[in-house]
């Protein structure tokens, strides 16, 4: 499994959500990117960017019971498995960038969700492939970490 599959099901931990958003859009997003000829790679780029950026919302979503992060990352596997050009993903998103807003304004968080925040920023911020894999790879890092059964039982 790579990387990203692996931060791909750390973050759908719920078999329901893993039929929702692991969709072979989804879960084929990295590989797509590896196979792409020069004319498809920003494209597929993007993808593989959405498929992370989307996996680190969906873990703050769940870390926080915060709402707004789950909705967010649906919006993201939306354009990840609808959209057929980066321009059509940035239209798609930007439709929605009042919710990707309330994350910031709506938010209180612990070092973990701190962690996740500062994730998601550099994963919009990854212009390269390095770049990147080195974000997707501190994700999972931290998702491993992650205790999510004891947040839920304080509640």
Do not use: C
Not at 114 to 128: G, H, K
Request: no cysteine; proline share 3%; glycine share 4%.
């Amino acid at each position: 499994m790579t990387t990203y599959e692996t931060l791909l099901h750390l973050a759908f931990r719920d078999p329901a959500d893993q039929a929702q958003f692991l969709t072979p859009a989804a879960l084929v997003a990295y590989s797509g990117f590896e196979r792409a000829g020069a004319r498809e790679q920003s494209f597929r780029f993007e993808q593989w960017r959405l498929g992370v950026a989307m996996s680190l919302l969906r873990l703050l979503g769940d870390l926080g019971d915060h709402e707004e992060a789950r909705r967010a990352a649906a919006v993201l596997h939306k354009a990840l498995s609808t959209a057929e050009s980066p321009q059509a993903i940035d239209q798609q998103i930007g439709k929605e960038n009042k919710l990707f807003e309330q994350i910031y304004t709506n938010l209180y968080v612990n070092d973990e969700g701190e962690a996740l925040l500062d994730l998601f920023a550099r994963t919009l911020d990854a212009d390269a492939p390095d770049f990147l894999a080195q974000v997707e790879a501190e994700a999972v890092d931290l998702a491993r970490e992650l205790d999510f059964e004891t947040r839920n039982d304080d509640e």
